[in-house]
């Protein structure tokens, strides 16, 4: 099986060196590896730190691959006067497509009304929202009659909603967005680290100047892994905690009570056929909040739920039967032709919000911005929108600048890795043509993996599946640091939600290009195939 040799200052690998950290001192060490510790990694490491990323699990195995998939501002945050947090995101919609193109791809948005009234008020809403985000005349919605706006979305229930607002939003991938930002960190030189869970911070207190000893622990595995439970340490000027739903825990005592309050967002994923929708479309539930309906490749999935969760942080949240009943309900009204019922469902996932918390508030009102605590050089960062992770690692640099005693600056912006296309839909042709393959296979692998789309597959790329192939396997663990089968199934090839059916079959042959090139013994094989399996079954064990 062929190893990739590539240019890494092009092509910027995600490696594993847990024991090579031991006794390295660290301008900054970030605590986290989701969307908001990639981006502050990247804008530190651009601005000439000497950067470490720890993350206990998987990169993105959080939150930062559980959301509503959307570069959006939120619009419903206008009506919580939030306009500040609203105008920023809507900007960085615009900023995030100029980065990486696949990543933020501009849809068109559906609004639908019940009465004239109500669509006045939308309509009020989205002219502050795209004057708030300069959206250009090219991107908003032109329409001389309800007859055109009803042809954007037929299956619409026009009779219950014969009004709509249309305007533009972007759709991502989130898992691969953060893949993006960590590789774009690493060509600024940070070191990262998977599987590499911070055990203990402890300050380190001198005359003038407070520093800290991290103590790393290797969770990568299970406890036949060979450095599973080894520990290292490393020093740091300063510290950045991103770890979003876990950074209550890393608080030093000296920030105060409880600064958080988590909230669990499911979504579920059924078959596009079944609920054949063309565009965004945001409808409205009994309790006054919003869901948004999404197409994508041959599925649609419908998000989110917002309410409490108590139990504390949790990598895989439990997705309930009241949770996916819930998520249903209002398809009947908006969708009734379309008749989705639990037995339709193939796939779900379920994360937590860390909200900053706003005592007397349900999930549903809280505000979605961002806050930063700082002592002595140990910076936390909470709440915040996957829209504004840009704007929260600027926030969060100026700070470590602070401690430091150090102006900072990153440059101008540059493409994530991947990010540098001039014409998307040319490249998505030339995949097509180059590699024979249908038009919906080359827009999945364009998505996904950039302008190295053609660098990962090769000359004669080997398929595994209808719509996938080998070097995607190898591109994952070679190239994006995957560890684990569930690594490659759920965040690099993103099988598990959005080819369900594919994933089950497929996943022998992957497991087989993984056990070579991680050096995985036949036991370790097969405990990684039955760990996925059974992952895999727990995303519909709402219907057991």
């Known amino acids: 099986m062929p190893n990739l040799h590539l240019d890494q200052a092009k092509h910027p690998r995600l490696t594993r060196d847990f024991s090579g950290l031991d006794g390295n001192h660290y301008d900054l060490v970030v605590v986290g590896g989701g969307i908001t510790g990639a981006g502050v990694a990247r804008y530190a490491a651009a601005s000439g730190l000497r950067v470490l990323l720890a993350e206990a699990n998987d990169y993105g195995s959080g939150t930062s ?28 919609r615009k900023i995030l497509h100029e980065m990486a193109p696949h990543l933020a791809e501009p849809r068109w948005m559906v609004l639908p009304a019940k009465s004239m009234f109500e669509w006045l008020k939308y309509r009020v809403g989205v002219r502050v929202y795209e004057s708030l985000g300069a959206v250009l005349d090219s991107d908003r919605f032109s329409n001389s009659a309800d007859a055109d706006v009803q042809a954007a979305e037929p299956d619409l229930n026009w009779e219950e909603y014969p009004y709509a607002c249309i305007y533009r939003e972007y759709l991502t991938d989130d898992a691969r967005l953060v893949l993006a930002t960590l590789r774009s960190a690493v060509s600024h030189g940070a070191q990262l680290c998977s599987y590499c869970k911070v055990t203990d911070i402890t300050a380190l207190e001198q005359e003038d100047t407070t520093s800290y000893q991290v103590t790393l622990t290797s969770s990568q595995g299970d406890p036949a892994h060979a450095d599973f439970g080894a520990r290292v ?13 876990w950074a209550e825990s890393l608080l030093p005592t000296k920030v105060g009570p ?26 409205g539930t009994t309790d006054n909040r919003m869901l948004f309906v999404i197409p994508r490749g041959r599925h649609t999935y419908i998000g989110t739920t917002d309410t409490p969760h108590e139990g504390g942080p949790q ?3 439990e997705v309930t039967a009241a949770d996916v009943a819930y998520l249903l309900e209002p398809l009947a009204r908006y969708f009734p032709k379309s008749a989705v019922s639990e037995s339709d469902v193939v796939a779900s996932w379920a994360g937590l919000r860390p909200l900053v918390n706003e005592p007397g508030k349900a999930p549903k009102e809280m505000s979605r911005k961002d806050e930063i605590w700082a002592v002595d050089g140990f910076i936390s960062i909470a709440g915040g929108k996957l829209t504004g992770f840009r704007k929260m690692a600027e926030s969060v ?29 040319a490249l998505v042709e030339e995949v097509s043509v180059r590699y024979q393959q249908p038009q919906a296979i080359a ?27 080998a070097q995607e396997v190898r591109w994952a663990i070679q190239i994006e640091g995957a560890q684990s089968l569930e690594d490659v199934v759920y965040r690099r090839l993103r099988l598990a939600w959005f080819l369900p059916a594919e994933a089950e079959p497929a996943l022998p042959a992957i497991a ?33």
């Not at 959006?72 to 995101?89: P, Q």
């Not at 100026?398 to 839909?425: C, M, N, S």
Request: aromatic residues 4%; charged residues 20%; contains cysteine.
């Open 233 to 245: 340490s490393v020093t740091a000027s300063s510290v950045v905690n991103a770890a979003g739903p």
């Open 512 to 544: 087989d290009i993984a056990a070579e090139l991680l050096g995985w013994s036949e036991v370790e094989r097969l405990r990684q195939l039955a760990h996925c399996r059974a992952r895999l079954a727990s995303d519909l064990a709402f219907a057991a």
């Open 397 to 425: 640099l100026a700070e470590v600048g602070k401690a430091l005693g150090r102006d900072l600056d990153a440059g101008p912006e540059q493409p994530l890795v991947g990010g540098d296309i001039p014409d998307l839909p």
């Open 258 to 283: 409880p600064r958080l309050r988590l909230s669990k967002g499911v979504h579920i994923v059924v078959p596009h056929k079944t609920l054949p929708v063309k565009n965004l479309v945001m409808i």
């Open 315 to 317: 990598t895989w949240p």
């Open 443 to 469: 827009e999945r692998l364009v998505r996904l993996y950039g302008n190295e789309v053609c660098v990962m597959l090769g000359d004669s790329p080997e398929p595994i599946s209808a719509s996938m192939f």
């Open 65 to 92: 691959s559980r959301s509503t998939k959307l570069i959006h501002g939120g619009l419903r945050y206008l009506a919580m006067g939030d306009i500040a947090l609203v105008r920023e995101a809507a900007l960085e």
